[in-house]
Nanobody, 124 residues
Framework: QVQLVESGGGLVQSGGSLRLSCAAS????????VGWFRQAPGKEREAVSC????????YNADSVKDRFTISRDNAKNTVYLQMNSLKPEDTAVYYC?????????????????WGQGTQVTVSS
């Protein structure tokens, strides 16, 4: 059974840090492009970061550049999102997703497997 499980969300003060994890089961995550998306209340879901399976190339949205870092640990079949200097506008449900195509910016339609999401709340 193909499954993605996010963890690491929570409540943090502005300027703080969190590390989100996306653990895969049922398939080798390093064969796929993995993306982090987020959805804030009343807003559309947006792509945050993405990493390819083959070359490890990464993408970060302008809103998170120099603050968020995506990485992968193939031995643990896990992708991480290190989030530093968090801002209240980063508050959202964060989802990880796996797909076979890499486009810039990432398109939701390219990602077939999705996790259930983890809440990140940044207080001012």
């Amino acid at each position: 059974q193909v499954q993605l499980v996010e963890s690491g969300g929570g409540l943090v003060q502005s300027g703080g840090s969190l590390r989100l994890s996306c653990a895969a089961s049922g398939f080798p995550l390093d064969d796929y492009t993995v993306g982090w998306f987020r959805q804030a209340p009343g807003k559309e879901r947006e792509a945050v970061s993405c990493i390819t399976g083959s070359t490890g190339s990464t993408y970060n949205a302008d809103s998170v550049k120099d603050r968020f870092t995506i990485s992968r640990d193939n031995a643990k079949n896990t992708v991480y999102l290190q989030m530093n200097s968090l801002k209240p506008e980063d508050t959202a449900v964060y989802y990880c997703a796996a797909g076979e195509r890499y486009r810039i910016p990432p398109k939701e339609a390219d990602f077939r497997s999705w996790g259930q999401g983890t809440q990140v709340t940044v207080s001012s």
